[in-house]
């Protein structure tokens, strides 16, 4: 089973620039997640969406983030204008509906803001 | 009351030691308890997980020990190996599917 894929792996740019993350997840999995995990921090949640609807997005900086999932399928997670602060990992998970069903994380999209 | 509090920040065992990381949470709708493994440059994996109904699991070298009424959890590593040396994070999940983190533990296991 091909697990959670995310591109791009690494992103170097400037403050002020635009950036956008891509995420497919496993096939069948209803629920999308995203998260920002600073260095040395845990994952903290961006948003969730169940199929193409936002479930959860109150820890989403909406001034300057924006995600997508028209489909139910792939999503898109963007970033406009980048800050320093948001230097981070993104990583993008998903599960079949349920909150006993495992999570599955993908390797996650390096951000780093100069 | 989201929160999920975890410690020590960091862990230095040798091989074959036992090492503890304790959790803390204080919202009663949590209702599952995953713990995940991260290696560097790698995404968090799931090791174990346990529901309130139930004080321990055991799955390989991995414990949880889990205390409703404390609203804490612990994850125990037996004889503990090189290879263990990861990032492990707790978490807590509610019935809005939403995973809360807690801030890590850096295990270090030498030889």
């Known amino acids: 089973e091909a697990g959670v894929a995310q591109s791009p792996r690494y992103k170097i740019i400037e403050k002020r620039q635009s950036v956008a993350f891509w995420c497919n997840p496993i096939?069948?999995?209803?629920?999308l997640y995203w998260y920002q995990q600073i260095l040395g921090q845990g994952p903290k949640l961006l948003i969730q969406f169940q199929n193409n609807g936002v479930v959860d997005d109150s820890q989403l900086p909406k001034d300057r983030f924006s995600a997508e999932r028209l489909k139910g399928v792939d999503s898109t997670l963007k970033i406009q204008p980048a800050k320093l602060e948001d230097s981070a990992v993104y990583l993008c998970?998903?599960?079949?509906?349920?909150?006993?069903?495992?999570?599955?994380f993908g390797e996650g999209s390096w951000l780093t803001v100069v | 009351q989201q929160q999920v509090k975890q410690s020590p920040q960091s862990l230095i065992v040798q091989k074959g030691g036992i090492p503890i990381i304790n959790c803390a949470y204080e919202n009663t709708a949590f209702d599952y308890f995953p713990w995940y493994q991260q290696f560097p440059g790698k995404g968090p994996a799931l090791l174990i997980a346990?529901?309130?109904?139930?004080s321990e699991k055991k799955e390989g070298r991995f414990t949880i020990s889990f205390n409703k009424s404390a609203k804490q959890f612990s994850l125990h590593i037996m004889d503990s190996q090189p290879g263990d040396s990861a990032t492990y994070f707790c978490?807590?999940?509610?019935?809005?599917?939403?995973?809360?983190f807690g801030t890590g533990t850096r295990l270090q296991v030498f030889p």
């Open positions: 998970a998903s599960s079949l509906s349920g909150v006993a069903n495992t999570i599955y």
């Open positions: 978490a807590a999940r509610g019935n809005t599917d939403k995973l809360i």
């Open positions: 346990i529901r309130p109904d139930v």
């Open positions: 096939s069948g999995h209803a629920t």
